[in-house]
Nanobody, 125 residues
Framework: VQLQASGGGLVQAGGPLRLSCAFS????????VAWFRQAPGKEREFVAT???????YYSDSVMGRFTISRDDAKNTVYLQMNSLKPEDTAVYYC????????????????????WGQGTQVTVSS
């Protein structure tokens, strides 16, 4: 499975941005997917996940502002980001598990087998 992340850019604080992650296979639809981010000098951190059955889970820092979703017809996962803050500045990565895992929600990077190349999001104050 190959993942291609896009949609990053420069945005003012308070503005929206939508990231996309295109998958190379139609079989990802029942796999857990997630977004992580990594700011300079910091470890990669969990942002949001979508289980194989449609459940979602978010980090406390983005809860209520970000929404993860999936369009199976387009083999694409999205991260809608609203009310962006300067502290949201980071490289954002999409990830997918390589096997079906039902309704389980995963927040640890090592539990994901496939990764996109990352897309830079910069939020100016």
């Amino acid at each position: 499975v190959q993942l291609q992340a896009s949609g990053g850019g420069l945005v003012q604080a308070g503005g929206p941005l939508r990231l996309s992650c295109a998958f190379s296979t139609r079989t990802f639809g029942n796999k857990a997917v997630a977004w992580f981010r990594q700011a300079p000098g910091k470890e990669r951190e969990f942002v949001a996940t979508l289980s194989g059955t449609g459940g979602t889970y978010y980090s406390d820092s983005v809860m209520g502002r970000f929404t993860i979703s999936r369009d199976d017809a387009k083999n694409t996962v999205y991260l809608q980001m609203n009310s962006l803050k300067p502290e949201d500045t980071a490289v954002y990565y999409c990830a997918a598990r390589g096997r079906y895992s039902g309704s389980n929600l995963y927040t640890q990077p090592h539990l994901y087998d496939n990764w996109g190349q990352g897309t830079q999001v910069t939020v100016s104050s």
